[in-house]
């Protein structure tokens, strides 16, 4: 077995605890995603899933302990549980599985000091999905642009990154976007990035959200469709909506504790945004809050792997987050 996650997928041969964290959510469903293609493929009789809402420490102790059916492996994924925050049994159950189970954490968060933490730590792969820092953004642009056969200066390479968000995911749908509006020619200016690169949509996508948190069906996607007019990507409205859904899980965590003005130095948002934050945030249960910021992450992977058309999978997520919300 390697010494990190990459490693061990490359090897075929596998550690039977991962911890998969971070801020960066592309990065984690995609490692999520390698990993249970890996291990058990298409197998589904040997794959698990939970969430905070789903978890049964019953069945989750019954497959751990059962053979994998016609494969080696079992694999049992958790994701947003919570377990490497706060205490929890289930680390006295993994001691028992045997080989052919593989468990999987999926945590935006997590605490060092957990006992699942320094557990996984001792005995199986931390793989940390971080948000990028400047030089890696850097780095990580000029293999997109080198890729599709553009430059772009120095100075006009930081300026591109200080107009959007830089996560990996939106990174790459913008430098998409420039490519196609340069067409032929190689270098991308300050100037195409004023003209193409999208401006903060936030107050379109706190509106539409407004819609949706009411039911009003037919404004939400007209909203959507407004977007589309002004040259927005399906994808980055995507993007804006799984980011406004996270903001609005924190917001309303954070609420209780700590003022205004720290919440939006912690969140990242403007001051005077934050009290309409707060006040979107009600609308929703927090069950569905979760539940939403999961099909957004995963319509994001499904974009990236072209198992759905953009704008019909921005249109049918709208039509889900209604039904969440009116059911």
């Known amino acids: ?33 390698k990993l ?69 954490f999926v945590e935006e968060n997590v605490d060092k000091r957990n006992k699942i933490y320094k557990f996984i730590q001792k005995n199986g792969i931390i793989k940390s999905c971080d948000a990028p820092d400047e030089n890696t953004q850097m780095i990580y642009l000029a293999g997109l642009l080198k ?29 998409e976007k420039l490519v196609a509006y340069v067409g032929d020619n190689e270098e991308i200016t300050v100037e195409d990035i004023d003209n193409v690169s ?9 509106a ?25 990507s399906s994808m980055r409205i995507l993007y804006q909506i799984t980011r406004h859904f996270n903001i609005l899980i924190n917001v309303r965590s954070a609420e209780k504790y700590i003022s205004y003005k720290e919440i939006a130095s912690v969140i990242k948002i403007p001051p005077f945004f934050v009290k309409k934050y707060v006040a979107q945030a009600k609308r929703f249960s927090n069950k569905d809050l979760r539940v939403i910021l999961e099909k957004c992450l995963q319509m994001e992977y ?25 059911a």
């Open 198 to 206: 999208s401006k903060l949509i936030t107050n379109h996508i706190f």
């Open 208 to 232: 539409m959200m407004d819609e949706i948190a009411v039911g009003h069906k037919d404004k939400a996607l007209s909203m959507y469709l407004e977007l589309l007019l002004l040259r927005e």
């Open 1 to 33: 077995m390697g010494k990190d996650l990459e490693s061990d997928i490359k090897e075929g041969k596998f550690h039977n605890f991962y911890l998969i964290c971070g801020e960066e959510a592309s990065l984690r469903i995609m490692f999520k995603k």
């Open 302 to 326: 499904d974009f990236k792997n072209g198992l759905v058309s953009d704008q019909i999978g921005v249109e049918m997520l709208i039509f889900d987050i209604i039904m969440i919300t009116c």
């Open 147 to 175: 890729k599709n056969n553009k430059t772009m200066r120095n100075n006009t390479a930081k300026y591109f990154l200080s107009q959007i968000e830089t996560s990996f995911f939106n990174i790459q749908n913008e430098v």
């Open 36 to 104: 249970v293609d890996a291990t058990v493929g298409d197998q589904l009789m040997n794959y698990l899933y939970f969430t905070d809402d789903t978890f049964d420490i019953n069945t989750f102790r019954t497959a751990g302990i059962t053979c994998p059916f016609f494969g080696d492996y079992r694999i049992i994924v958790l994701e947003n549980t919570g377990f490497l925050n706060e205490a929890s049994e289930i680390k006295e159950e993994m001691e028992q599985f045997p080989d052919s189970t593989i468990v999987v």
